[in-house]
């Protein structure tokens, strides 16, 4: 049995999974906020909650926001700040006695959905996570590229590619620079486009049922949304050419993408005819969960 977690900003969750993927037992808990010993222990309550449903022990695999730093083996990166510089990756295994596999949670959406979501097979799978951030995800024949840095397909802090009028320099964003692609492409800045563009605040949602009910300004937002979109997955797919782009979070629920943006990336991809499919995550919010269960499937 393999037991994933997803710890989220405002949830934990915990699933137990059999060998052919099936779901033994689920639990979810709250978040204790800004206190890292309630949030260890949240955690290892989960795991033995979900081996006492199942009757069984098992793996356990962890899917964070942010990750742990080869360098330090402390959590970095993490938008869950009060996570940020704790040795969550000796703690927790010490509390439950055996070892434990971490991932950043865009890696647990790719591995997910590579294994037997909605690019089980494919040899190149590229996933991005459109939510509160842009976090992505590589898994290359099964297997996740973490890389040197534990920061394989962390795209959202690139700059975006091939930038015109007022998104250069763009706006500022929480990691020092200006312009990333994180804030054009997750859920807060496609609000603020929409208000900026004279909009009411609604969230991204509401923006993309305006837009299927005729609103003129949400559907001129999204197809801003959709040519961003496009040039910021075009560079992605120069660099590691994938067969498949996985979507999830939030944004990913927006249907009008996965036809839209694919008309718009040939341009910005250096390449005859572009391939690669672009889709919605099978498992939708438990991609993060069943992939950090994935972790110990090697
Ligand atoms: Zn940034």
Do not use: Q
């Amino acid at each position: 049995m393999r037991i994933g977690i997803d710890l989220g900003g405002t949830k934990i969750e915990a699933v137990a999974l059999d060998e052919r993927s099936n779901v033994l037992a689920r639990r979810r808990v709250a978040t204790p906020r800004d206190d890292y010993d309630a949030t260890l222990s949240a955690i290892a309550g989960l795991v033995h909650a979900v081996e006492r449903d199942a009757g069984a022990s098992g793996t356990v695999g962890v899917g964070i926001p942010g990750t742990i730093s080869p360098a330090t083996g402390l959590v970095k990166n993490s938008n869950s700040t009060w996570m940020n510089g704790r040795p969550l990756a000796e703690d927790l295994p010490r509390l439950l006695g055996r070892p434990v596999r971490f991932a950043n949670d865009a890696n647990c959406l790719a591995l997910s959905e590579a294994t037997d979501g909605a690019a089980a097979g494919a040899p190149i799978v590229f996933a991005a996570i459109l939510g509160t951030g842009t976090g992505g995800g590589v898994v290359v024949n099964g297997h996740l590229l973490v890389g040197c840095n534990a920061i394989g397909g962390e795209w959202g802090h690139n700059p975006l590619p091939a930038p015109r009028g007022a998104e250069s320099p763009g706006p500022a964003c929480y990691c020092g620079r200006n312009g990333c692609i994180e804030t054009f492409l997750s859920g807060p800045a496609l609000a603020r486009d929409y208000g900026s563009a004279g909009g009411v605040t609604i969230d991204a949602a509401g923006i993309a049922r305006r837009a299927e009910g005729g609103d003129a300004r949400a559907i001129e937002c999204l197809a801003r949304y959709e040519d961003r979109l496009a040039r910021a997955l075009g560079s992605i797919i120069n660099v590691i050419d994938p067969d498949v782009i996985v979507v999830g979070g939030g944004l990913s629920n927006i249907e009008r993408l996965y036809a839209a943006v694919p008309k718009l990336w040939a341009p910005y991809v250096f390449s005859d005819a572009v391939r690669t499919r672009l889709v919605r995550a099978a498992h939708g919010d438990s991609s993060g969960v069943r992939g950090a269960a994935w972790l110990w499937k090697e």
